[in-house]
DNA sequence: CCGTATCCATTCCGATACTG
DNA sequence: CAGTATCGGAATGGATACGG
């Protein structure tokens, strides 16, 4: 990535894919959320090239999804963290999730769980909702696009 | 795409990536949801080149998202439709969107709204629950693998 | 430990021309 | 209208070697 391609593209689907629908930087995200720190975290974990990590990084660091943290005394260790900007994606990952859940491998079959301590179930079926907090049926939607000024 | 790279993650997000995750595909799904049908119709609204977008439907309609049905007496005018299986991809674009709404464009800018007839207002913002329908924090949340058999 | 620099093979993508 | 075929340039990604 980050291909420039969608920029002109008047569309949040189209510029959220713009800085993270790139092939590995959602799967780097993910780790994250799932409790990567560390360069060689990420590396090992996702089995990807060094510059193709380094690139993906400073990415989502300079577009205020991922923070470096310095954590070492000597300046050469680092943790990679998610901003507000980074964990706000999570809906998105967990959306994926769902789908893959329920369409690649089956109801009951996925290869794993996220689970609430509190309830020590999984999550609830992400559905979008109305704004009177029911389910919305696809043809009762309508998109508007905004006037240009 | 489709890079068979993540094909042996067990990971339905790198699963659901190796499906959708291309750089054109989601917004093939995209203009699918808004109504477009058509082969032309695709790439005029995206500006794809003919051989990107003819093999991006054919992997669709090959993974079951999309379906290919003729509409024309002569079997020269076909119409590309999404099948459920793509139809229930719609919670992971409403939560792209809603992100690029947020953190792209900012509260209130988005360059489009997708409105709810029946209200009038636009849709609920997407949030993962738990089982209880209250929502996650996501320090509770707890990954659990399955075993191998 | 955390990268950067370089090389190379592969793939992607757009444009164009052509077919039914 | 709905593709297929081909071509060349660009970008991607992996491996390796090197440096702070």
Known sequence: MARKRFDDMPCSIAQTL??????????????AFFGARRFAEFETRLGIAKNI???????????????KVDIGQTGTHYAYELTEKGRDLFPVLTALRQWGDKWVYGEGCAPMDVIER????????MVP?????????????????????
Chains 1, 2 share one sequence.
């Open 118 to 125: 509190k309830s020590g179930r999984p999550l609830a079926r």
């Open 53 to 67: 990590l380094a690139n993906r990084l400073s990415q989502l660091v300079e577009n205020g999804i991922m923070q």
């Open 18 to 31: 713009n800085l993270v629908g790139d092939w590995w930087t959602l799967l780097i995200i993910r780790d």
């Open 129 to 149: 909702l109305g704004a009177d907090g029911t389910p919305v049926a696809l043809e009762d939607l309508e998109i508007r696009l905004k006037e240009k000024s």
